[in-house]
């Protein structure tokens, strides 16, 4: 099956403890892409500037995402974010955002795009998020959203009529907590799933992921690293990871979601070991097969048999 | 197997988001004691007043905690602590802390507890904890320790003269960075492992914990609660059950290790549910089991096959 991502590409620059990086490829439509396609067809519907350069495409395709989707605005400029990292990299903060050709984007879905079975619609305007996916022919088998604290603040309204009409929601605990008006995570999840999607994903960076679905948690690792160097683009490669898997294996039950969630972990782990796309962008078969069977060994326990106790 | 755990037995005072209580009874000693209690024989070495209640003696009892070590002052007065939790009851703030009858502690161990195989040292001066291992006939097979940031900063030498004849040490994120003056948790339990213990158990409350034993690490959740009440003593709750599941089965293989930090997860968490020891204290065989199965539903997924691979 393949997989649809709207979102941003973009250049990003970031100060982090261990360096900084100017203009390096980056966005929420690239990363997902990018750590999706070693799993999975992928195609970007995103627009760029008439500054975007080649090898950026070349590099999109190399990794065999469709890019014919990729608008590129002549005379105009790509989107660029900048913000700096704080000691731990837990917590960063935005120097700058240029919305430039984005601020008058406007997503047209190819006709061949309209039947994609699995789509992500990555953190942009709610507005547009809705307006793919009404261009859709028919509802996809799984629709995941992603959003940020400033939508949900600044257009609740339509944030809310996206979130009612998806099947998964990708948040962090600050954004989970917004929308739910609730502290608890679990009553956080209780209330979003009564919005509409039945699956929450809670992002909790170097703490792993939560994920809620039906009635069942199920909770993923943060992967222990030495030396985390930059965490951009971790979210929208875990999504990457997590959609990508689903889509390859076409398994929707719990426990393609309980997998799900743990390639999700092992991608966005990745991401985290370099600057922008360095280390997602150049991985193999065996990179990825290795990590997550070193997710196995750090979550990994003996269970009790059925009839089994501890205490006897 | 069997085993000894020298540390407080007090009365508490808390304020939570969701209530109050006044002079319950807790204490390092009284919490590991009664989660371990489950699992294993164990024996309590410790101080109070004469103000203990026989109540409270006839609950451990009724535990089937060895109390002979139980040391009654007369004329003096249990140790006291008060705190305060913050709205999310992740952190708390120490109101008072009264020592009582603990100012001149001075753990006496008695001749059939000098070989008993299994040893924890909760948080004390380490200088007692230091003069308790002194006192041991023998070796014990496993010795844990706990600290706090008070010992960390003010007896460090003595401390450190602890943790090098340790082989396990409980920790929480705080600590682990003071002893070892680094910040990536990692680097810490590599730092203190040179220092002696082989086992580092770092604990990050609702995030679950972190047990770094030899170059292996092992992450258990933490376990989702909708109404986390009263943290007070799930640390060592954690321990209790840790240590008490580990002398039950003899099993300090790593798969041991992973088993005993779910299963102390399994108790921190029953701590967490209500006030002092009233959960904690109350619990059934099928409680214990029941919870242990769904840490399990929490955090297992399909590994893969020896030869399978994610991309095929």
């Known amino acids: 099956m393949s997989v649809l991502v709207v979102g941003s590409v973009a250049y990003d620059s970031v100060v982090t403890p261990s ?22 067809d992928v195609s970007v519907v995103a627009v760029v500037g008439d500054d975007f350069k080649s090898k950026d495409i070349d590099f999109m395709k190399k990794h065999g995402v469709d890019v014919s989707g990729l608008e590129v605005c002549q005379g105009g400029k790509t989107f660029r ?40 619609l990555a953190n942009i305007d709610p507005d547009l998020q809705f307006s793919v996916l009404s261009q859709m022919d028919e509802r996809p088998q799984l629709v995941a959203l992603d959003s940020m604290n400033y939508w949900i603040e600044g257009k609740n309204c339509s944030l809310n009529k996206v979130i009612e009409s998806v099947d998964l929601l990708f948040v962090d605990e600050g954004e989970a907590r917004a929308i739910a008006g609730e502290f608890n995570l679990i009553r956080c999840a209780e209330h979003i799933m009564r919005l509409g999607p039945q699956t929450i994903v809670i992002k909790r960076g170097e703490h792993g992921v939560l994920v809620f679905h039906g009635s069942v948690i199920f909770s993923a690792p943060g992967f222990p690293l030495t030396n985390p160097l930059d965490p951009t683009g971790a979210g929208d490669s875990f999504a990457g990871g997590f959609i990508g898997y689903l889509s390859a294996s076409g398994d929707l039950s719990l426990n393609g979601f309980r997998r799900a969630a743990v390639i999700g972990s092992v ?18 078969v065996a990179d990825i097969d290795a990590r997550f069977r070193a997710f196995t060994e750090l979550s990994q326990f003996q269970p009790l048999d059925e009839r089994e106790s501890l205490l006897n």
């Open 19 to 40: 360096g900084n990086r100017q203009d390096s490829l980056g966005g929420s439509a690239t990363f997902f892409s990018v750590a999706s396609s070693y799993f999975t």
């Open 81 to 120: 974010w900048s913000g700096v990292y704080s000691e731990d990299v837990n917590t960063r903060e935005t120097l700058e955002t240029q919305l430039n050709v984005f601020a008058d984007f406007s997503p047209k879905i190819h006709c061949e795009q309209k039947r994609t079975p699995f789509l992500f």
């Open 267 to 284: 991608m966005g782990s990745f991401a985290v070991e370099s600057f922008g796309l360095d280390r997602i962008g150049s991985l193999t």
